[in-house]
């Protein structure tokens, strides 16, 4: 019945053309309100990004609640060389305990991790199957084939999906924040988290195991991450 009375509201503020519209990309969580409607829309002009109307009776007024969530870290610059999630979240690990790493031990550590999200998506039915939400990310946008081809290379970029399964693999929390200035009414120098993957590793499985500590990584409007730490 409420979604019912929402749809009615918004019926008549399109008919009254009092309705106003934001477009949002999908990396940025689309964050609702209780005066606030969001639709997916079903064209996509990049495969990459969906795009979200929020309608609302104002876009401009009151601060956003996800500016509520702003936190303060210094940013750990990683290496951009198409690596650099991978090399980030090996960064954020070896940082974890203390380790510092050689730009060549990052490097290759990246790569293993690269490798080891290809053998449980591309070479083990067995192992894919307990990775369902990966797999279902990777094939909205292209073919399982295709996917397997692409993260053979050295510059594979990773994202989500790979992130889905290496926070699993490693019993790793990994939090993904935006610069704050990046979001619509942002400009301070925070960061604002938009994703978090592995929670249940953040808490201790027993009394002898502390939590593991997460990675917090940090992604641009460039299609890199660094840490923040």
Not at 91 to 118: C, F, P, T, W, Y
Not at 146 to 169: A, H, M, N, P, T
């Amino acid at each position: 019945m409420a979604c019912r009375t929402s749809n009615d509201t918004l019926l008549l503020k399109l008919k009254e053309g009092s309705a106003e519209f934001e477009l949002v990309s999908s990396p940025v969580s689309p964050i609702a309100t209780s005066k606030s409607h969001w639709f997916s829309f079903p064209f996509q002009a990049d495969k990459s990004h969906r795009f979200f109307a929020r309608i609302g009776p104002s876009l401009d007024g009151g601060a956003s609640p996800a500016l509520k969530k702003v936190e303060q870290y210094s940013v750990q610059k990683v290496t951009g060389d198409g690596r650099c999630m991978f090399r980030a979240l090996v960064k954020g690990m070896a940082m974890n305990k203390g380790i510092s790493l050689s730009s060549r031990e990052e490097r290759d550590d990246a790569d293993e991790l690269r490798m080891a999200v290809k053998e449980i998506i591309c070479e083990g039915d067995k192992e894919r199957s307990k990775y369902e939400e990966a797999l279902v990310a990777i094939t909205v946008d292209e073919s399982l084939q295709r996917y397997c081809q692409r993260i053979d290379r050295s510059d594979f970029w990773g994202g989500e999906s790979e992130l889905l399964v290496l926070s699993k693999l490693c019993r790793q929390p990994v939090i993904v924040y935006i610069p704050e200035r990046e979001h619509k009414g942002g400009r301070g120098t925070g960061f604002i988290p938009i994703a978090e993957y592995g929670t249940e590793f953040s808490k201790a499985a027993k009394k002898s195991k502390p939590p593991r500590k997460a990675v917090r990584l940090l992604y641009s409007g460039k299609n890199h991450y660094d840490i923040l730490v």
